[in-house]
């Protein structure tokens, strides 16, 4: 069976953080931020400038683990209770759906229902929904 580890304080502060993020993306270079919209914006960036800050965005969330180590003295512990096959699956499942969901739960969740956008809103139930589905048929159905 799979178990998770609840931890309110640390999902709080990721969350404040976040959304910090988000709001000060917005307020300085009027850019959503989108995680996958980032990411794919350093392979087709528009100006120097746009490749610039979402080369600094990617590189915070590579170093940030290291902030951690720095903070804290231990490396974070990651726990992936699932194959790599299964994350491999996941993961490509995850980017057909940004493809067709034209962005993620970053984008949508975090900024798009921000600004009350109604696509944003309807991508974001989809997430959840299929989320609730796919753990509620791995957990039960499946097994694991």
């Known amino acids: 069976m799979i178990e ?48 610039a800050w979402r080369v600094a965005v990617l590189a915070g969330m590579l170093t940030g683990p290291f902030v951690y180590l ?20 996941g993961g490509l499942l995850v980017g057909i759906g940004v493809t067709f969901g034209a962005g993620c739960t970053s984008g949508h969740g975090v900024c798009g229902m921000a600004r009350l956008s109604p696509r944003s809103f309807v991508a974001t139930a989809t997430f959840m929904a299929v989320t609730a589905l796919t753990v509620f048929v791995m957990r039960h159905i499946v097994g694991g």
């Open 70 to 89: 720095f903070i804290t003295g231990a490396m974070p512990q990651i726990q992936v209770p699932v194959s790599t096959p299964a994350m491999v699956i």
């Open 4 to 51: 998770t580890e609840f931890t309110p304080f640390a999902a709080g502060l990721g969350g404040v953080l976040i959304g910090f993020g988000a709001v000060l993306l917005m307020w300085a270079r009027g850019n959503v931020f989108g995680a996958t919209g980032i990411l794919a914006g350093v392979f087709h960036p528009s100006s120097s400038s746009d490749w």
